[in-house]
T-cell receptor, first 112, second 112 residues
């Protein structure tokens, strides 16, 4: 069966520091991968999605970037965090030609 | 363009009462529709999905949803609420390119 992992689970970072969040998927090949942000009291905002290694599409301009160095690894990064980057970050995967997305446990990021 | 509207950001029911969470969609093509549940500080879990087969879809934990094309609705119901159903629920519609558009979410409170 497929599983999706995210780490760290919780992160507290100062403003201006770098960020790296990691997501990995097991039990499937060539998945579509997604990064979402969920800010307090707001819905889910799609940040990035990827259909293959090195292929990243950005949904909204922001202070973040994403990379996919391996088939089942998706990384969310920032060079300098802003207060507004605080939130709950969710990674998700779907099959190559499927609509259903499956979510990881999330990372809670607090920027102080 | 596809969009989703969830009526009621908060719904409160008594334990044992009917749960009804409303979702209306807008889609220019026959949609795939989803309901997800999110417990505090966790990722989203798929409850059920409609993929143009049966209009009444049964999901996990006793939930079901009915696709009504004439009303462009996909409301989520459960005959008898349980305390463990307290969570936030998201309706979503598929968008081109294997992306999903999520509603703003409905927080369900279950009173004892």
């Amino acid at each position: 069966s497929q599983t999706i992992h995210q780490w760290p689970a919780t992160l507290v970072q100062p403003v201006g520091s770098p960020l790296s969040l990691e997501c990995t998927v097991e039990g499937t090949s060539n998945p579509n991968l997604y990064w979402y942000r969920q800010a307090a009291g707001r819905g889910l905002q799609l940040l990035f999605y990827s259909v293959g290694i090195g292929q990243i599409s950005s949904e909204v301009p922001q202070n973040l970037s994403a990379s996919r160095p391996q088939d089942r690894q998706f990384i969310l990064s920032s060079k300098k965090l802003l207060l507004s980057d605080s939130g709950f970050y969710l990674c998700a995967w779907s099959g190559s030609y499927e609509e259903t997305q499956y979510f990881g446990p999330g990372t809670r990021l607090l920027v102080l | 363009a596809q969009s989703v509207t969830q009526l009621g950001s908060h719904v409160s029911v008594s334990e044992g009462a009917l749960v009804l969470l409303r979702c209306n969609y807008s889609s220019s093509v026959p949609p795939y529709l989803f309901w997800y549940v999110q417990y505090p500080n966790q990722g989203l879990q798929l409850l059920l999905k409609y993929t143009s087969a049966a209009t009444l879809v049964k999901g996990i934990n006793g939930f079901e949803a009915e696709f009504k094309k004439s009303e462009t609705s996909f409301h989520l119901t459960k005959p008898s609420a349980h305390m463990s159903d307290a969570a936030e629920y998201f309706c979503a519609v598929s968008k081109y390119g294997n992306k999903l558009v999520f509603g703003a979410g409905t927080i369900l409170r279950v009173k004892s």
